[in-house]
C-alpha cells in the first residue's frame, strides 16, 4: 500500500483491490467491497455498505485514535506513560512526517473512497429491489457517512468556520483553505487540490440533507449504522460549528421530539457504559473480537495496565467529581493495576466481553441535542429554550436536581465538559468558540484557534503526490 501514491488509492477504484482490502473480502463478505460481478442483489448492496462503516472501526480513526483525540488535545487528560502510542497527539508533536497526520489523513480518505465506490455500486441493485424502503436506508447511510468523514478531516487539517475571517491558510486566490473534496471516484491522472473552507462546509452540509431524505429508519444496525436522527444530530452539530445557530437549534429540537432513542436517567446513566451501545446511542463505531483496534484502541489507552496515554488530570477528576449528586462523576473511578498501585481513570471504554479492545465509540448521542439546543438558544438570546434543554439534561443525570434559573455559556461548556469527559469533544468544543487553553501534555503554551499547530499537517506524502497541488497549513509550510 505505501509503495503506491495514497490518495490513488483512495479515490480510484482500484483501491477496492489492494491488498489491505483482499484479506477482509476473503474473510467474511460483511466487510468487505465486492466488485461490480457480485453486487448483484440489496442483500449483496447492504454488504458493502457495512464494509465502509468497517473502515472507520481502526487504529486511526474512532476505535482508536481519532476516537479521543478530543480529550487528550484539551484541558483535562494527560499521558502517564509515553509509548508514543498516542501521547505525541496530546503532545501537539506532529508533522507533516507524522504517522498520525498520515494515519488519520490515510484512513478517512480510505473510508471516503469506499463510500464513494458503493454510491456507484447501488446502480447494480435490481431495479424491483430499488423500491424497497432498505434501499432508500442504505443510499442515505453512504450521504450520511461521507459527510461525517469530510467533517473529520476538514476539523483535522482545516481552520474552523469560527476562525475563517483570521486564517492565514489561503490559497493563491485569498480563499480559506478546506480540505480536497472526494465527492466521486477520480482517475488515476487526477490531482486533488484543496476546496475552500466555504466550499467544503458547504458540501458537508449538502450530503447531510440528501442522506436526511433518503434516511427511513431512526436506528440501523443495532445503532451501529446512521438513522435518520442521527443524520440529523450530525448535520446540527455541523450548524453549531458554522455559527448557524437558530438552524442548529431548529434542527436539534426536531431531533430530541422525534427520536426513538431517549435520554438514559441518572439511576441508569453509569450501568449504560457497560452495555453494547452506551447511554442513548444514535450512531456508534461498534468494535467486537475480531474487529477491533487491538492495542491502539479507546480502552487500551484509557485503562490501567496498558498504555495508559489519556488519564484525567487532578483538576478533571476534581471537576467531574465536584457533586456529588452527579452520576457522572462514577465514570471515573479508582481502582488497583496489577502491581497493587491505586489509579484513577476513566471508565467509559473498560471493554465488553472482559476484552478492553472491543468498546462502541459513539459518534453522536441523543445527550448532544440537548447541548446542542442549549448552547444554540444561548447564543441567539433565546433564554427560554436555553434553560429548558440545559435543565432536561442535568434532571437526567444529578439525584435531587433543582432547576437552574439561568444559563450562560460557559454553564454550557462546562455541561458539555461533565458529559463527554474522555470521548472525542473538548479541544473541539473550546476550539470552535474560540477560547484558549493549557494542554497538560503540552505544559504552559496556550493553544487557540491563531495557535497554528492545533492543525494537524497535511502529510509531506500527499502533497509530494499531488505534485505540490495540494497546500501545506502555514503553520508547517516553512
Same mark, same amino acid.
Given at each position: 500500500?505505501?509503495?503506491?501514491?495514497?490518495?490513488?488509492?483512495?479515490?480510484?477504484?482500484?483501491?477496492?483491490?489492494?491488498?489491505?482490502?483482499?484479506?477482509?473480502?476473503?474473510?467474511?463478505?460483511?466487510?468487505?467491497?465486492?466488485?461490480?460481478?457480485?453486487?448483484?442483489?440489496?442483500?449483496?448492496?447492504?454488504?458493502?455498505?457495512?464494509?465502509?462503516?468497517?473502515?472507520?472501526?481502526?487504529?486511526?480513526?474512532?476505535?482508536?485514535?481519532?476516537?479521543?483525540?478530543?480529550?487528550?488535545?484539551?484541558?483535562?487528560?494527560?499521558?502517564?506513560?509515553?509509548?508514543?502510542?498516542?501521547?505525541?497527539?496530546?503532545?501537539?508533536?506532529?508533522?507533516?512526517?507524522?504517522?498520525?497526520?498520515?494515519?488519520?489523513?490515510?484512513?478517512?480518505?480510505?473510508?471516503?473512497?469506499?463510500?464513494?465506490?458503493?454510491?456507484?455500486?447501488?446502480?447494480?441493485?435490481?431495479?424491483?429491489?430499488?423500491?424497497?424502503?432498505?434501499?432508500?436506508?442504505?443510499?442515505?447511510?453512504?450521504?450520511?457517512?461521507?459527510?461525517?468523514?469530510?467533517? &473529520?478531516?476538514?476539523?483535522?487539517?482545516?481552520? +474552523? %468556520? /469560527?476562525? $475563517? !475571517?483570521?486564517?492565514?491558510?489561503? =490559497?493563491?486566490?485569498?480563499?480559506?483553505?478546506?480540505?480536497?473534496?472526494? &465527492?466521486?471516484?477520480?482517475?488515476?491522472?487526477? +490531482? %486533488? /487540490?484543496? $476546496? !475552500?473552507?466555504?466550499?467544503?462546509? =458547504?458540501?458537508?452540509?449538502?450530503?447531510?440533507?440528501?442522506?436526511?431524505?433518503?434516511?427511513?429508519?431512526?436506528?440501523?444496525?443495532?445503532?451501529?449504522?446512521?438513522?435518520?436522527?442521527?443524520?440529523?444530530?450530525?448535520?446540527?452539530?455541523?450548524?453549531?460549528?458554522?455559527?448557524?445557530?437558530?438552524?442548529?437549534?431548529?434542527?436539534?429540537?426536531?431531533?430530541?421530539?422525534?427520536?426513538?432513542?431517549?435520554?438514559?436517567?441518572?439511576?441508569?446513566?453509569?450501568?449504560?457504559?457497560?452495555?453494547?451501545?452506551?447511554?442513548?446511542?444514535?450512531?456508534?463505531?461498534?468494535?467486537?473480537?475480531?474487529?477491533?483496534?487491538?492495542?491502539?484502541?479507546?480502552?487500551?489507552?484509557?485503562?490501567?495496565?496498558?498504555?495508559?496515554?489519556?488519564?484525567?488530570?487532578?483538576?478533571?477528576?476534581?471537576?467531574?467529581?465536584?457533586?456529588?449528586?452527579?452520576?457522572?462523576?462514577?465514570?471515573?473511578?479508582?481502582?488497583?493495576?496489577?502491581?497493587?498501585?491505586?489509579?484513577?481513570?476513566?471508565?467509559?471504554?473498560?471493554?465488553?466481553?472482559?476484552?478492553?479492545?472491543?468498546?462502541?465509540?459513539?459518534?453522536?448521542?441523543?445527550?448532544?441535542?440537548?447541548?446542542?439546543?442549549?448552547?444554540?438558544?444561548?447564543?441567539?438570546?433565546?433564554?427560554?429554550?436555553?434553560?429548558?434543554?440545559?435543565?432536561?439534561?442535568?434532571?437526567?443525570?444529578?439525584?435531587?436536581?433543582?432547576?437552574?434559573?439561568?444559563?450562560?455559556?460557559?454553564?454550557?461548556?462546562?455541561?458539555?465538559?461533565?458529559?463527554?469527559?474522555?470521548?472525542?469533544?473538548?479541544?473541539?468544543?473550546?476550539?470552535?468558540?474560540?477560547?484558549?487553553?493549557?494542554?497538560?501534555?503540552?505544559?504552559?503554551?496556550?493553544?487557540?484557534?491563531?495557535?497554528?499547530?492545533?492543525?494537524?499537517?497535511?502529510?509531506?506524502?500527499?502533497?509530494?503526490?499531488?505534485?505540490?497541488?495540494?497546500?501545506?497549513?502555514?503553520?508547517?509550510?516553512?
Amino acid at each position: 500500500m505505501y509503495k503506491i501514491k495514497l490518495y490513488t488509492i483512495l479515490l480510484t477504484i482500484a483501491f477496492a483491490f489492494s491488498s489491505c482490502m483482499e484479506s477482509f473480502l476473503n474473510e467474511d463478505p460483511s466487510t468487505g467491497l465486492p466488485d461490480d460481478e457480485v453486487v448483484e442483489s440489496l442483500t449483496d448492496f447492504d454488504y458493502v455498505v457495512n464494509g465502509v462503516y468497517h473502515l472507520m472501526n481502526h487504529r486511526y480513526y474512532y476505535s482508536g485514535d481519532f476516537g479521543v483525540t478530543g480529550a487528550l488535545r484539551g484541558d483535562g487528560y494527560k499521558s502517564l506513560k509515553s509509548f508514543n502510542q498516542f501521547s505525541p497527539v496530546g503532545r501537539y508533536d506532529t508533522n507533516p512526517v507524522s504517522h498520525f497526520a498520515l494515519g488519520y489523513w490515510e484512513q478517512m480518505y480510505k473510508a471516503l473512497g469506499a463510500v464513494n465506490r458503493a454510491i456507484e455500486l447501488k446502480e447494480n441493485v435490481p431495479a424491483d429491489e430499488q423500491e424497497d424502503p432498505k434501499y432508500d436506508q442504505l443510499v442515505g447511510e453512504l450521504y450520511a457517512i461521507r459527510a461525517t468523514i469530510h467533517f &473529520d478531516v476538514a476539523r483535522t487539517f482545516a481552520d +474552523l %468556520p /469560527t476562525y $475563517a !475571517s483570521q486564517s492565514s491558510n489561503k =490559497d493563491a486566490n485569498g480563499n480559506v483553505m478546506g480540505i480536497p473534496l472526494a &465527492d466521486k471516484l477520480y482517475g488515476t491522472d487526477h +490531482l %486533488p /487540490t484543496r $476546496a !475552500s473552507l466555504e466550499e467544503t462546509y =458547504d458540501f458537508i452540509v449538502a450530503d447531510y440533507d440528501t442522506a436526511i431524505t433518503f434516511l427511513n429508519e431512526d436506528i440501523t444496525r443495532g445503532g451501529g449504522g446512521v438513522g435518520v436522527s442521527a443524520a440529523k444530530g450530525l448535520k446540527a452539530r455541523v450548524l453549531l460549528y458554522l455559527e448557524r445557530d437558530q438552524e442548529a437549534l431548529d434542527l436539534a429540537k426536531e431531533v430530541i421530539e422525534g427520536s426513538s432513542i431517549p435520554l438514559v436517567d441518572a439511576s441508569n446513566y453509569v450501568d449504560a457504559w457497560t452495555k453494547e451501545n452506551g447511554p442513548g446511542n444514535l450512531f456508534a463505531i461498534i468494535a467486537n473480537a475480531r474487529y477491533n483496534a487491538s492495542l491502539n484502541s479507546v480502552g487500551y489507552y484509557t485503562q490501567p495496565d496498558s498504555y495508559e496515554e489519556v488519564f484525567p488530570t487532578d483538576e478533571e477528576i476534581a471537576f467531574i467529581q465536584s457533586d456529588a449528586n452527579d452520576v457522572r462523576k462514577d465514570v471515573i473511578i479508582t481502582s488497583l493495576n496489577e502491581g497493587g498501585e491505586e489509579m484513577t481513570h476513566l471508565n467509559k471504554f473498560a471493554g465488553r466481553d472482559n476484552q478492553v479492545t472491543i468498546n462502541p465509540v459513539q459518534v453522536i448521542r441523543i445527550a448532544e441535542l440537548y447541548l446542542i439546543a442549549a448552547e444554540a438558544a444561548v447564543k441567539e438570546g433565546n433564554s427560554t429554550d436555553a434553560l429548558k434543554y440545559y435543565n432536561d439534561l442535568r434532571r437526567n443525570r444529578f439525584t435531587n436536581y433543582t432547576d437552574a434559573t439561568e444559563v450562560t455559556l460557559d454553564d454550557i461548556l462546562d455541561e458539555r465538559r461533565r458529559e463527554f469527559t474522555g470521548e472525542n469533544h473538548r479541544s473541539y468544543d473550546l476550539l470552535r468558540n474560540n477560547r484558549s487553553f493549557l494542554v497538560p501534555n503540552v505544559g504552559e503554551e496556550e493553544i487557540s484557534q491563531a495557535s497554528g499547530k492545533n492543525l494537524f499537517a497535511i502529510p509531506q506524502r500527499e502533497i509530494d503526490a499531488s505534485k505540490g497541488s495540494i497546500q501545506q497549513n502555514s503553520y508547517y509550510a516553512n
